[in-house]
């Protein structure tokens, strides 16, 4: 039977989303321990997470990475290579995380060997030594690759965009400069560690094949830690500046530049997160979207153009980024200041937003293929003090999103001369 192409093939709107429960316990100490349980394949995920990532570095740029990739330098009973061997040996799979509100230790293991990797994960969060020539190693591959980074026009846009847009001294402004880095020392690394680590409480979340059996082990290896209480934002916030409404930093040797256009914006407890999460994905949020059928498709200035929301615990911000041959910049700009009219001026067609919202919800769906992704969703609610309701609710939510509130969250959050620009390159 030939197919005819000519034809879409059929297909059904998702409507409704059915997740497997997330239960939470507590063990002896009281440390939260949260389980998705799906029992697909022998294999499965523990994830211990604390409050000691940008946001609680006190204003030590860097220290929360240093401090994160340094627990598997050394501890008092393993060096270095003793610790990656211990994990190859029973096949495991070790991730150290620093992020703007929280670090944490992922180990991928067989649920079989989870007794076998526990001892080692507590001896990293107890007893680290932060050895002075690991650090120094750390250091200077971190430099080499942030001077790499510092040529790449992207690189450096997205630096002075968030600097911009929240200040540089601001923990979600801050970034790694080679001249921060150089002056870190091992005792500012190790500060922030009993600070915001050592001896603090965390959650932990067990994703895969977990049981009771798995719940007891954690229990044993870590409910007997004791605490000195949660720790506390210690910094005191950057007065709020103006931002530069536009930066252009030139590169006369650049073929290409760099582009990235936003503000600052809303958690996803804001009740206009879904409205604006529909209005992103129309302008720039996916591959059909209006940005890159313009500026791609029917243009040619670009490979792509993307727009994100981006959610941090206290705060977010909308980003558009691209980049463009140098002499086709301010074109790109032009024109995406023009989608970004149209939005507001007119309404979108009924079929248009179809189509954005199926995407949306076939998206959202297909991000919950194991386990690990649906823990990955729920981390939203766990640590971000969501509604029990807010996965079951998406797709709900996204299609309840309507035309003229699109006009509306267009016209209220994407005003011209609340935009930051940022080029690096040139126009």
Not at 35 to 51: K, W
Not at 212 to 234: C, I, K, Q
Not at 287 to 304: V, W
């Amino acid at each position: 039977m030939l197919l005819d192409r000519t034809q879409s093939p059929s297909f059904q709107a998702i409507h409704e989303v059915r997740l497997p429960a997330v239960q939470s316990t507590t063990l002896a100490n009281g440390l939260p321990v949260h389980l998705v349980s799906v029992h697909q394949q022998p294999v499965m995920r523990i994830e211990c997470i604390f409050d000691a990532g940008t946001w609680y570095e006190n204003g030590q740029a860097g220290a929360a990475f240093f401090a994160m990739k340094m627990l598997a330098e050394g501890t008092a009973g393993h060096s270095s290579a003793q610790i990656s061997e211990y994990f190859d040996r029973y096949g495991a799979f070790l991730e150290l995380n620093a992020g703007p509100d929280r670090c944490s230790v992922v180990v991928y293991c067989l649920t079989r060997h989870l007794a076998d990797v526990l001892p080692m994960v507590k001896e990293m969060l107890t007893e680290p030594v932060f050895p002075e020539k690991e650090f120094e190693d750390l250091r200077n591959i971190t430099l080499q690759n942030l001077r790499v980074n510092l040529e790449k026009n992207a690189y450096v846009a997205g630096v002075l965009f968030r600097e911009n847009l929240f200040g540089k001294a601001h923990p979600y402004g801050r970034t790694q400069r080679p001249e921060v880095v150089e002056q870190i020392t091992r005792t500012d690394i190790a500060g922030h560690f009993d600070r915001t680590i050592r001896n603090r409480p965390f959650q932990v979340l067990l994703a895969g094949h977990v049981t009771e059996a798995e719940v007891a082990l954690v229990d044993h290896y870590f409910g007997s830690m004791t605490f000195a209480g949660a720790v506390t934002d210690t910094e005191a916030l950057p007065e709020r500046t103006t931002s530069q409404p536009v930066i252009l930093a030139e590169k006369a040797e650049s073929l290409q530049s760099s582009i990235r256009m936003g503000r600052r914006l809303f958690t996803r407890d804001h009740p206009d997160f879904f409205p604006m999460l529909v209005t992103n994905e129309l302008l720039g949020g996916y591959f059909g979207s209006r940005l890159m059928k313009n500026i791609r498709e029917e243009k040619g200035f670009t490979y792509g153009i993307s727009s994100n929301l981006i959610s941090f615990r206290h705060e977010g911000y909308f980003l558009i980024g691209t980049d463009v041959k140098k002499e086709f910049t301010q074109q790109t700009l032009d024109e995406t200041r023009k989608e970004i009219r149209r939005l507001q001026t007119e309404l979108v067609p009924a079929d248009e937003l179809e189509t954005v919202k199926n995407f949306m919800a076939g998206e959202f769906v297909g991000s919950l293929n194991t386990p690990f992704e649906i823990a990955d969703r729920y981390k939203l609610i766990l640590l971000d003090g969501l509604p029990t309701d807010f996965l079951t609710n998406y797709v709900a939510n996204i299609r309840s999103v309507s035309a003229e509130t699109i006009a509306q969250m267009a016209t209220r959050y994407l005003t011209e001369t609340d935009l930051i620009e940022v080029v690096v390159g040139g126009k």
